[in-house]
């Protein structure tokens, strides 16, 4: 990473986990950068996140989504957290995923931009999502969960401060 991205925290799974969580997070950076490289230890499942411990409806997305076939997009309003792609844990290849968290500090809504990717030997597939976040809190924590099983051995989460320039 560059010079200006510092590493906050790193999570690495010595056991299965239904939850990672960031929590505690300094508001001295101008933006976050997750990255998260891990397998589903049960089944293929879609990776959800959360901010602040916030339920309620206040997320939006908007998807595209690629193969190398096809291509689609999608959009959901007022739902209680962002996904990130469908079926982007698989049991057997890992998922390599990017969230960028702009002004996540701010006084506005947040905004994400959230990469996913999957190579299945040729035929694997690529996640683009813009996450709305619609507090004005700034955010100080991060929950990440699959739809359903649990994060596998090894997966490993890394969050990190983009230093002010």
């Given amino acids: 990473m560059p010079a200006t991205y510092e590493n906050i925290a790193t999570t690495t799974l010595g056991s299965a986990a239904a939850t990672i969580t960031f929590s505690s997070i300094n508001s001295g950076y101008t933006d976050l950068r997750l990255v998260l490289t891990g397998t589903n230890a049960t089944l293929d499942a879609t990776l959800r996140m959360q901010f602040n411990s916030d339920t309620g409806t206040n997320y939006s997305i908007t998807e595209l989504y690629g193969d190398g076939t096809t291509a689609t997009t999608t959009r959901s309003s007022n739902q209680t957290r962002i996904q990130c792609g469908f079926n982007t844990l698989s049991t057997t290849v890992p998922s390599l995923v990017i969230v960028d968290l702009f002004s996540y500090s701010g006084s506005t809504y947040k905004t994400c931009l ?23 809190s700034a955010i100080n924590s991060i929950l990440l969960f699959p739809t359903s099983g649990t994060f596998a051995i090894g997966t490993i989460a890394t969050l990190y401060g983009i230093l002010r320039a």
């Fill in 114 to 136: 959230i990469t996913t990717s999957q190579d299945r030997n040729g035929s694997g597939n690529v996640y683009r999502t813009v996450g709305l976040y619609r507090s004005t």
